[in-house]
């Protein structure tokens, strides 16, 4: 009973605040993980007003809070989701407020080909609810572009083969815009590059500097699921939906598909399958101009010919007018003997009749005699007068129906030949325009070697090589005296020769 007044024995486990401990724990925790990579599906993720997330990793037997925060959102390239199957990059440390630890997660992975095909399928159905997709949307390629925009990387062998198949297709001027195809960057630089080509300046706006494309084509080779993963982005998808440029999508191969090939107006299995559908086959549009120039001069023959033989038909049926005229003068001529005639047998028989009568009084019978004849007088000059004016009217018709075939005529064959010489010197110009000759005027030049061939970008000569510079209006000889530089990016590269021309362009600026 003694011991029970005796002061309790002191203790050797040192003694720590809460606070203590905590920061304690705290400091091991992060000291032993200071790096770690967890798997796990993401649960419960909560975005407050501070701009932070906040969310749980899990798999079947435990759960991790997971932190991100908002700076470092952004550069995740992930979106955090629920049920998404996830890598986390981060540093392990504990939350006092609740005696949790917790993970800071700097970098989110998707984990496995499944998780990829899972969220790229959600977001199709997402942005196909949204209208993104719809047929309606979709514009026609125009069937001869000017100008051709291409968004790719500038050092694959993707823009090279788009500059080769429009070269042997139809050249065209292409503008290049640079941008990454892979990578955290790859899908905000594809989206810039598709709504920066739209605000260039159209023809009916003035243009500008940099001529806006007729047609985009936003192209990259084959890959795996993730290479190819900017081109599901929504940022790459809305971007491509919302260009008022006609764009085709290459991206991959035959089998591979993306989220804007179906926002696309249209999708093209390969970059150069891109190419052929963006231009047609100029020599197949030259051989059908000059078939329609045959066709057109053929035609202006028949219908010359067939409105000769329908002049000399109507010629043939009308008859000579002058040949009418003198028939019918004949005619007269001959009633007015006969007329003389009958007159002068008409005095004969009544001058006889009256001889032989008896008569109280030959005064009467003279004057009823002269009334008479008067009468037949009368009769006769009406006669004469209705004959004159039918013969009249009938040739005077038939002077109007040949004038009125003859205007007809010349009025058909000058319209004819009008039309002809249009459409033929439409097709000159349009011949014209394609020549290189009319980029010359427009302020270009063509750069010859000493041996005629032309240069094409600067890493083509050499310090003291002699040059021929061609303008529109002459050439004029040059060296070059200094090495030769790499051009600034943008570039615009110019349509490829046949011959086997280099692709490169000079500066766009």
Not at 83 to 103: C, D, F, M, P, W
Not at 255 to 272: K, N
Not at 473 to 502: F, M, N
Request: proline share 6%; hydrophobic share 40%.
């Amino acid at each position: 009973m003694e011991n029970d007044d005796l002061p309790a024995a002191v203790s050797n486990v040192p003694e720590f605040s809460v606070s203590e401990l905590s920061f304690a724990l705290k400091r091991e925790i992060e000291t032993a993980f200071p790096r770690v990579r967890v798997r796990g599906e993401i649960s419960q993720p909560s975005f407050p007003r501070s701009g932070h997330c906040y969310f749980r990793l899990k798999d079947e037997n435990a759960v991790i809070d997971g932190v991100a925060w908002k700076g470092t959102i952004p550069r995740l390239g992930i979106k955090i989701e629920e049920g998404l199957e996830v890598i986390a990059t981060g540093k392990l440390t504990t939350y006092a407020g609740s005696s949790r630890y917790q993970i800071i997660v700097d970098r989110l992975e998707l984990a496995g080909e499944g998780a990829l095909l899972k969220l790229l399928e959600d977001r199709r159905k997402k942005l196909q609810a949204e209208g993104l997709f719809d047929p309606d949307r979709k514009r026609p390629l125009p069937f001869l572009p000017e100008v051709i925009g291409v968004v790719t990387s500038p050092s694959g062998a993707v823009i090279r083969d788009i500059l080769h198949r429009l070269a042997d297709r139809f050249p065209r001027h292409v503008l290049v815009w640079p941008v990454a195809v892979q990578g955290e960057k790859a899908a905000a630089e594809v989206a810039a590059a598709i709504a920066g080509f739209n605000r260039l300046p159209g023809r009916e706006q003035g243009g500008g500097k940099v001529p806006r494309p007729d047609v985009l084509i936003v192209a990259r080779g084959g890959g795996s699921l993730e290479d190819l993963w900017a081109f599901n982005e929504e940022i790459v998808v809305r971007a491509a939906a919302a260009s008022d440029i006609p764009l085709i999508s290459a991206v991959g191969h035959e089998t591979d598909t993306t989220l804007i090939d179906f926002a696309s107006d249209r999708r093209a299995p390969t970059p150069t399958a891109a190419a052929e559908m963006a231009v047609p086959v100029r020599a197949d549009l030259l051989t059908e101009t000059l078939d329609y120039a045959k066709r057109l001069a053929g035609g202006m023959t028949r219908l010359l010919r067939e409105s000769t033989m329908e002049l000399a038909g109507l010629a043939r049926g009308l008859g000579d007018p002058r040949r009418l005229i003198e028939e019918r003068q004949q005619r007269l001529d001959v009633s007015g003997e006969r007329l003389a005639l009958a007159t002068r047998q008409l005095v004969e028989r009544q001058a006889n009749a009256l001889a032989a009568a008896r008569l109280a009084s030959p005064q009467r019978v003279i004057e009823a005699k002269q009334q008479l004849l008067a009468g037949e007088a009368r009769a006769l000059d009406g006669a004469m007068k209705r004959f004159k004016g039918d013969a009249l009217q009938k040739y005077g018709r038939a002077f109007d129906r040949l004038e009125q075939f003859g205007d007809r005529l010349k009025r058909h064959s000058n319209d004819l030949l009008v039309q002809g010489q249009r459409q033929v010197d439409q097709a000159a110009k349009l011949l014209e325009s394609y020549s290189f000759h009319s980029v010359l005027t427009r302020g270009f030049a063509l750069v010859r070697d000493q041996d005629g061939a032309p240069v094409l970008a600067a890493a083509g000569t050499r310090t003291g090589d002699a040059l021929q510079i061609q303008f529109a209006d002459g050439r004029i000889g040059a060296r070059v005296t200094d090495a030769p530089t790499t051009a600034p990016r943008p570039v615009a590269a110019p349509p490829r020769r046949r011959d086997g021309g280099g692709g490169n362009q000079g500066s766009l600026l």
